[in-house]
């Protein structure tokens, strides 16, 4: 018997969360989204999130504000942001990213 869990998601239909992010592919203790576009900002408040995250960066540049350290990111970088580290993002330049949240952070309102 083939196993049913097997997803193909496409991002040009993927549902779109409230911070501009495009869902991509979710098992039960990973996903991915995807941050396409992303304008240039300057004031996004620090969060702490109920969840890790590892990105790569597609294209463009931002600021990791981290924990006290500032981390530039750049095309071809990928960064962790640990669960509940405190930590904004300053968009430089419109930014491409994909990143993957353990657990995913759709589910049970962590992207909240």
Do not use: C
């Amino acid at each position: 018997m083939a196993d049913s869990s097997v997803k193909k998601v496409d991002a040009d239909y993927s549902p779109t969360g409230a911070m501009g992010q495009r869902y991509l592919a979710s098992g039960k203790l990973v996903s991915m989204r995807l941050w396409d576009e992303e304008p240039l900002a300057t004031d996004k408040a620090p969060s702490r999130r109920d969840y890790e995250t590892v990105g790569f960066v597609i294209a463009g540049r931002a600021e990791l504000h981290i924990e006290g350290q500032i981390i530039q990111l750049r095309p071809g970088d990928s960064w962790v942001v640990p669960k509940g580290a405190e930590h904004a993002y300053r968009i430089l330049e419109r930014f491409q990213a994909v990143e993957a949240t353990s657990p995913p952070a759709q589910v049970h309102g962590r992207d909240e």
